[in-house]
């Protein structure tokens, strides 16, 4: 009896990390099958050689995992680009090398991926079982269909930076030409291609967000030798301030595309300052709230750094058509913005603080 075409497959983009994706596999590869196969792309790695050679020999013997060793790394956007060109699937799941799919939530909601090929993009929910780091990254969606619309871009763009439980319809990114898109970007759009993605797919197609979970996170921080980690109390890399401004004006230009796919190439100003302020938010908390400690523990002045990026966010778009139409409204807007996170600068300044008391004390605030 002939097996139907496979809809979904697991694609794992890893770097150094074998020994980590060794180890899970032992927890789910039995429950790998023909429906839901798995695609693990390896970006040239250096270390844990040994792991990945054996992961290869797993693969050589079992028709649902396939491993790709590229010759040369292609950088986080390279590896995301290869999934798509190498999955055979109409929906790709997105696993960081650190965690574990859900295999459950995949064989629950098979049917529904089968009837449901006009969704463009699904964010799923994340858990973990431990008290680590990888706390940070865990995330609950609501359950909820968007279609295309500046709301949904926004709601895509603000909502989480983590690429484990993105759910990516291949064949309607590649028809609509977003995956064009961002092979033609990838320069600008290399720190968070999958966010790049999910604002895409909310502009051109219908989304969805869902409570169920597809992905369990596990540590970060396992590898010690992984030169491409990052303690969140450094300052250098991809979160040093430097950097979030880099990566606040790919969000920026995203965002104008978005605009102009909603509205047949035309730019609907007042659309566009709306979802801005969303984005203007989100790196606000990240600088804020999220890479404060680095930040202090480097001998930068968390206000003046909430001041300046406020400057920041104004002069991004100063430039831009219709800007005079919506200029006080954004600039007042933005003040606004800077006070309530100056005022949660002004409680927060302890590097000592740790998640438990940010949750507590500050999250809150921020949901409300």
Same mark, same amino acid.
């Given at each position: 009896?002939?097996?139907?075409?496979?809809?979904?497959?697991?694609?794992?983009?890893?770097?150094?990390?074998?020994?980590?994706?060794?180890?899970?596999?032992?927890?789910?590869?039995?429950?790998?099958?023909?429906?839901? &196969?798995? @695609?693990? +792309?390896?970006?040239?790695?250096?270390?844990?050689?040994?792991?990945?050679?054996?992961?290869?020999?797993?693969?050589?013997?079992? $028709?649902?995992?396939?491993?790709?060793?590229?010759?040369?790394?292609?950088?986080?956007?390279?590896?995301?680009?290869?999934?798509?060109?190498?999955?055979?699937?109409?929906? +790709?799941?997105?696993?960081?090398?650190?965690?574990?799919?859900?295999?459950?939530?995949?064989?629950?909601?098979?049917?529904?991926?089968?009837?449901?090929?006009?969704?463009?993009?699904?964010?799923?929910?994340?858990?973990?079982?431990?008290?680590?780091?990888?706390?940070?990254?865990?995330?609950?969606?609501?359950?909820?269909?968007?279609? $295309?619309?500046?709301?949904?871009?926004?709601?895509?763009?603000?909502?989480?930076?983590?690429?484990?439980?993105?759910?990516?319809?291949?064949?309607?990114?590649?028809?609509?030409?977003?995956?064009?898109?961002?092979?033609?970007?990838?320069?600008?759009?290399?720190?968070?291609?999958?966010? =790049?993605?999910?604002?895409?797919?909310?502009?051109?197609?219908?989304?969805?967000?869902?409570?169920?979970?597809?992905?369990?996170?596990?540590?970060?921080?396992?590898?010690? =030798?992984? %030169?491409?980690?990052?303690?969140?109390?450094?300052?250098?890399?991809?979160?040093?301030?430097?950097?979030?401004?880099?990566?606040? #004006?790919?969000?920026? %230009?995203?965002?104008?595309?978005?605009?102009?796919?909603?509205?047949?190439?035309?730019?609907? &100003?007042?659309?566009?300052?709306?979802?801005?302020?969303?984005?203007?938010?989100?790196?606000?908390? +990240?600088?804020?709230?999220?890479?404060?400690?680095?930040?202090?523990?480097?001998?930068?002045?968390?206000?003046?750094?909430?001041?300046?990026?406020?400057?920041?966010?104004?002069?991004?778009?100063?430039?831009? &058509?219709? =800007?005079?139409?919506?200029?006080?409204? @954004? #600039?007042?807007?933005?003040?606004?913005?800077?006070?309530?996170?100056?005022?949660?600068?002004?409680?927060?300044?302890? $590097?000592? +603080?740790?998640?438990? =008391?940010?949750?507590?004390?500050?999250?809150?605030?921020?949901?409300?």
């Amino acid at each position: 009896m002939a097996v139907d075409k496979p809809i979904i497959t697991i694609c794992i983009p890893t770097y150094n990390r074998g020994d980590i994706i060794l180890k899970n596999m032992e927890q789910y590869v039995h429950l790998l099958n023909e429906k839901w &196969p798995l @695609l693990i +792309l390896d970006n040239a790695s250096h270390r844990t050689k040994s792991e990945y050679q054996k992961i290869a020999a797993i693969a050589e013997h079992n $028709p649902n995992i396939t491993y790709v060793r590229k010759p040369v790394n292609t950088e986080f956007i390279g590896n995301i680009i290869s999934a798509f060109e190498l999955a055979k699937t109409t929906f +790709l799941l997105f696993v960081s090398d650190e965690d574990i799919p859900n295999i459950e939530y995949i064989a629950n909601n098979y049917d529904f991926f089968k009837s449901n090929i006009d969704i463009g993009c699904i964010r799923t929910s994340t858990h973990c079982n431990t008290d680590g780091d990888e706390k940070l990254n865990a995330y609950i969606c609501d359950d909820e269909e968007l279609s $295309p619309s500046i709301q949904a871009i926004a709601k895509f763009a603000v909502n989480g930076n983590y690429l484990s439980g993105s759910i990516y319809n291949k064949d309607l990114v590649t028809s609509s030409g977003i995956f064009q898109a961002l092979k033609d970007n990838k320069r600008s759009q290399g720190a968070y291609p999958h966010m =790049y993605l999910n604002m895409k797919c909310a502009a051109k197609h219908k989304t969805r967000t869902t409570s169920e979970t597809s992905v369990f996170l596990g540590p970060a921080n396992t590898a010690e =030798y992984d %030169d491409g980690l990052q303690d969140v109390s450094g300052y250098f890399g991809a979160y040093a301030f430097g950097s979030r401004l880099d990566q606040f #004006i790919s969000f920026r %230009d995203a965002l104008l595309e978005c605009t102009k796919d909603l509205g047949n190439n035309n730019f609907d &100003p007042a659309a566009f300052y709306v979802a801005y302020l969303d984005i203007v938010t989100k790196f606000m908390q +990240l600088i804020t709230l999220t890479d404060y400690v680095g930040y202090l523990r480097h001998g930068l002045a968390l206000n003046s750094l909430t001041q300046s990026f406020c400057h920041f966010a104004i002069s991004a778009v100063r430039h831009f &058509p219709m =800007y005079e139409q919506i200029e006080t409204a @954004l #600039i007042d807007d933005i003040k606004k913005i800077e006070q309530h996170f100056l005022d949660w600068s002004d409680e927060i300044c302890n $590097p000592l +603080l740790h998640h438990e =008391y940010y949750k507590q004390n500050f999250l809150p605030k921020i949901v409300a």
